[in-house]
């Protein structure tokens, strides 16, 4: 039996960025001791990178905004495939929770009257985003992190002990969620500074670990983003719902190589930002496609008059939802009338004064300056489609945030499947974060209050396997003469593997290589080895890392071979249309043998199977606020009649 420090606690919140914060917020106001475990510095997740704003239809700047036309843009973005439950939940508390941010200390920028400011985003038909410049995800950091520090300030005053009923475990990272039979009992952990492992014995864990990007090449995502949570989910038996739904957010930096994938903000395009072709077109007015053609400006001149005056003219194209543009940037350049570092151009310059511009962007304007000597006031960006944000994630139960099939799981925030269907509308990650990372919380602690003192125990089996598990690559053995595989040269190829193969355009023969090249990293991963000690070992985190980015990116090509249309992050060349009766159905992937693990699988057929499941129909009073002419775009006809 490993020895162990073990500590006990009611609640295990798996993340600390804006889901996994407001969970634990939650979870300590319902009583619950919580812990939250991350493996960057507190306040360094990734929801500090935010730009653009949180989406809440609080109506500030335009007052036809609320939560139905939200709910419709929301579903509109994600082209139905939404479930739409979670739609209507986060379009109903979005305002709620920005409102409750401000109580606990945010300074969101003002409208000239005093409200809090909201600004335009793509698919958004009304300005909807509450915003800090272009500084928000900072912002919504910070406060969730002071309202942390004052429930400590408070337990400290009750308890004499600030981590009495609310403790964070920073630089440590989570490897496996252990379970009695089928229920959660706690998590296996590591300290990344000392390589020492320790068990937070708990009966709820709320997953709250962000997204996959890091399994491509060219990403916007931090570090972080190995898809360790979407594996744990997996591993724990838990099933990923939609894998290949991945969003290419169409602005990214195409040069220098070094910060390719950078985001560029999509409040660039939403403040009037345009983009052109090395003819110095305006080339989205031809990329407008049916289901859009009624919502958007036909003529340039109609695109510019709508910034000043909404209500009498259409938005222009450049505001599409982000995989119609995406798609767009990628054409024009595979046609040969990209920008010379194969983007397009992007431009503010000649669009906004130059004060307005340093004021309302101040990141992009720092950004290309520092990083590509670019000055966005005088000059156009040179721009590209880069992986942004995966829709797909852990099928949950919409109300209550529960994994399903395995009780005491939960997960939100960008792990989560569902909410955004085959897209995710700009400014729509924040406010889901807060709306279900507090109803995960919530129910997380209500869960782990009714099982009272029958818990679930650790099981010492399963603490040894994770024990061996993640000491494996200390101890890798060459084969036939050859050396233990390096890390970071197998995650390299896989990289380039989903980037070049299941990326922003798919074909059948291209994934189905991706597959073969994925099994044989498999195999290659098992001989993983890093040198050293376990004290602050890099290589060694990534060879733990990469369990969860084959067995995440197989989920992504695996989803993306089925669905044989194109649908929102999906893009099929072979199948490029969308497909009415594909509406109805969800994938889900789960590992192939949940109750032997990973050594079980054969490496060759891979570790995940796909099961098809048909979609909840929407009710009635929500389908009721689209036009029978819109929802024939994208409804199966038994659906219509029904
Ligand atoms: P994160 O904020 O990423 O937090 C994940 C946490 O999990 C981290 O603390 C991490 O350390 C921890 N973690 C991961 N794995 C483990 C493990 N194994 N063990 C322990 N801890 C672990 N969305 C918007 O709505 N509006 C915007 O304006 C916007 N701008 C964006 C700009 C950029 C540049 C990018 C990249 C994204 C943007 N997004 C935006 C998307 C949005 O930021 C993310 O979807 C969102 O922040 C995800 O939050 P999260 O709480 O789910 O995860």
Request: aromatic content about 8%.
């Amino acid at each position: 039996m490993t020895q162990l420090e073990r500590q006990q606690w009611d609640v295990v919140v798996v993340g600390a960025g804006g889901a996994g914060l407001r969970a634990a917020i939650e979870a300590r106001e319902q009583g619950a001791r919580t812990a939250v475990i991350c493996k960057s510095l507190f306040g360094k997740a990734h929801t500090v990178m935010a730009e653009g704003g949180i989406a809440a239809s609080m109506g500030n700047v335009n007052s036809g905004d609320n939560w139905q036309v939200h709910f419709r843009d929301t579903m509109r973005g994600g082209k139905f495939l939404n479930q739409w439950r979670m739609a209507e939940l986060h379009a109903r508390e979005a305002p709620d929770r920005v409102w409750e941010l401000e109580t606990w200390g945010a300074l969101f920028d003002r409208t000239a009257d005093g409200r809090i400011s909201q600004r335009n985003f793509g698919g958004h038909e009304y300005p909807r985003l509450a915003h800090v410049g272009d500084r928000t995800g900072l912002e919504l950091i910070r406060t969730l992190q002071q309202k942390i520090v004052s429930l400590q300030q408070d337990d400290k005053r009750e308890f004499g002990d600030y981590e009495a009923r609310l403790k964070v475990f920073q630089e440590c990272t989570v490897t496996r969620v252990l379970k009695e039979d089928d229920r959660v009992s706690g998590a296996f952990c590591y300290e990344r500074e000392s390589g020492r492992f320790f068990v937070l014995e708990a009966p709820a864990v709320v997953l709250a670990t962000g997204g996959i990007g890091k399994s491509f090449k060219v990403t916007s995502n931090s570090w972080e983003y190995t898809g360790d949570g979407h594996a744990l989910a997996l591993l724990a038996g838990a099933p990923l719902l939609n894998m290949e739904f991945v969003q290419f957010h169409p602005t990214g930096m195409v040069w220098p190589p070094s910060v390719k994938g950078i985001l560029v903000t999509e409040s660039v395009r939403g403040d009037g930002g345009v983009l052109r072709n090395s003819d110095g077109k305006r080339f989205m007015f031809d990329y407008v496609p049916d289901v859009f053609k009624e919502k958007y400006a036909e003529s340039e001149e109609e695109g510019d008059r709508w910034y000043e005056d909404p209500d009498h003219n259409r938005r222009p194209p450049e505001l599409l939802p982000r995989d119609e543009v995406a798609r767009a940037i990628n054409s024009e350049v595979k046609a040969g009338r990209g920008s010379p570092h194969g983007g397009v151009f992007l431009d503010v310059s000649t669009r906004m004064p130059a004060e307005v511009i340093r004021r309302r962007l101040p990141s992009m304007h720092h950004q290309f300056k520092e990083l590509a000597d670019v000055d966005i006031t005088a000059e156009p960006m040179e721009v590209g489609p880069t992986c942004h944000y995966v829709m797909g994630g852990i099928a949950v139960e919409s109300d209550t945030a529960a994994a399903r099939g395995v009780p005491g799981l939960f997960a939100a925030g960008e792990v989560a499947g569902g909410m955004h269907g085959s897209n995710r509308l700009g400014g729509n990650s924040l406010s889901d974060l807060l709306v279900f990372g507090r109803r995960a919380g919530l129910h997380a602690a209500e869960y782990a209050s009714a099982l009272a003192g029958a818990r679930p125990a650790v099981d010492e089996a399963q603490v040894d396997l994770a024990a061996a598990e993640a000491l494996r690559p200390f101890s890798a053995e060459p084969q036939e003469g050859a050396a233990p595989e390096n890390p970071y040269t197998l995650h390299q190829e896989l990289q380039q593997a989903m980037n070049d193969l299941v990326g922003i355009i798919r074909r059948d023969a291209e994934i189905r290589q991706a597959l073969e090249k994925l099994a044989e990293l498999r195999v290659r991963a098992r001989r993983a080895g890093v040198e050293g000690h376990r004290q602050f070992n890099p290589g060694w985190h990534l060879a733990l890392d990469l369990r969860n980015m084959l067995l995440v990116s197989e989920c992504v090509a695996r989803a993306a071979l089925e669905r044989t249309e194109s649908r929102g992050g999906h893009t099929r060349e072979d199948w490029p249309a969308m497909d009415r009766s594909w509406r109805r159905a969800n994938l889900l992937c789960r590992l192939a043998d949940p109750t032997e693990g990973l050594a079980a699988t054969d490496p060759v057929r891979g570790q995940i199977r796909l099961v098809r499941e048909e979609t909840e129909p929407i009710r009635a009073d929500l389908l009721a606020l689209f036009e029978k002419e819109e929802l024939v775009k994208y409804l199966a006809e038994e659906e219509l009649y029904e």
